[in-house]
């Protein structure tokens, strides 16, 4: 089982989000799909991000956004970094996830909400935006803001965040296959070898 935890709200989550799911159904091993809100995690264990965006060193952020399009250009993905409202505010949509993942839709619904956000740089943090999402993926409006208001799915939410925390992350996407973590998108090719090296000493 290969442990997911993601915010739509991070590039490179996109990424993986994009291509672990090929890898998973290649090697046949399931997803479990763990919504967090990446700026709790930061708050708590990693506020030296803040810094880095306030005073980012230029040549190094210059080789990001290069590092970045590169990964996108082999994933087929379109990326804007930084888009028009960076960072955004994720946690109706984070929610949303968490709410919709008993009817089958977090896949259909995560999607949309990178591409709403990473494609077409629309901000994912208004109502009108992620009701739209919801007329694309065939969800109730209505019932989607009832949805994530409830208090179990804002708890689920600040669960999940303080989780992947406690289990030794600092970002997002991280990936745990058991307790063995991996953290980014490049780390995936690591994750594949991990899955099938266990199969070889369980079999």
Not at 31 to 57: H, K, Q
Request: aromatic share 12%.
């Amino acid at each position: 089982m290969i442990e997911f935890f993601f915010d739509c709200s991070s590039p490179w989550t996109y990424l993986a989000f994009h291509n672990l799911q090929p890898l998973a159904a290649e090697l046949k091993e399931p997803i479990r799909w763990r919504p967090v809100l990446v700026g709790g995690i930061f708050n708590a264990v990693n506020p030296s991000v803040y810094a880095m965006r306030d005073n980012p060193v230029p040549a190094k952020w210059a080789y990001m956004l290069k590092d970045l399009q590169d990964w996108a250009r082999e994933a087929g993905l379109r990326i804007v970094m930084p888009p028009r409202v960076f960072p955004v505010n994720s946690v109706k949509a984070m929610r949303g996830c968490l709410w919709l993942e008993p009817q089958g839709k977090l896949l259909p619904f995560a999607t949309a909400v990178f591409e709403a956000y990473w494609g077409r740089e629309e901000d994912i943090s208004k109502d009108d935006v992620l009701l739209k999402i919801c007329e694309q993926v065939e969800v109730d409006e209505k019932e989607f803001l009832d949805g994530i208001a409830q208090p179990a799915i804002k708890e689920q939410l600040k669960a999940n965040t303080e989780e992947v925390i406690r289990r030794g992350g600092f970002g997002s996407p991280t990936i745990f296959l058991g307790e063995d973590m991996y953290f980014g998108n490049d780390r995936l090719s690591l994750v594949k070898s991990a899955i099938l090296r266990s199969r070889v000493t369980t079999s």
